[in-house]
């Protein structure tokens, strides 16, 4: 992932230029952080449009993992520690 693709994802939905994949993943990852129920057949039907079941289970696990990782930082404490990781210097 390039410092570019990360400052994409952090701007709104609608003025992100990502590709459909990337793109697909991330508004998967954001449903999954905010409110899994939004992912409806619907959705799911056009993620298999766009990933193999073999990736499909592989990017939701991933994206579980992530965000209960990220969780487990915030419960401990640790999550300004660990965003610093990721904020762009300059």
Do not use: N
Not at 32 to 48: G, P
Not at 52 to 67: H, K, T
């Amino acid at each position: 992932m390039t410092e570019e693709i990360i400052a994409e994802i952090r701007k709104p939905e609608a003025s992100r230029r990502l590709e459909r994949r990337e793109a697909l993943v991330v508004r998967w990852a954001e449903k999954l952080a905010t409110d899994f129920r939004t992912v409806d057949d619907a959705f799911k039907a056009e993620l298999r449009e766009h990933f193999s079941d073999a990736e499909f289970v592989e990017l939701g696990m991933m994206i579980g993992q992530y965000l209960s990782f990220g969780r487990l930082l915030v419960m401990l404490g640790r999550h300004k520690a660990a965003c610093e990781i990721y904020t762009p210097r300059g």
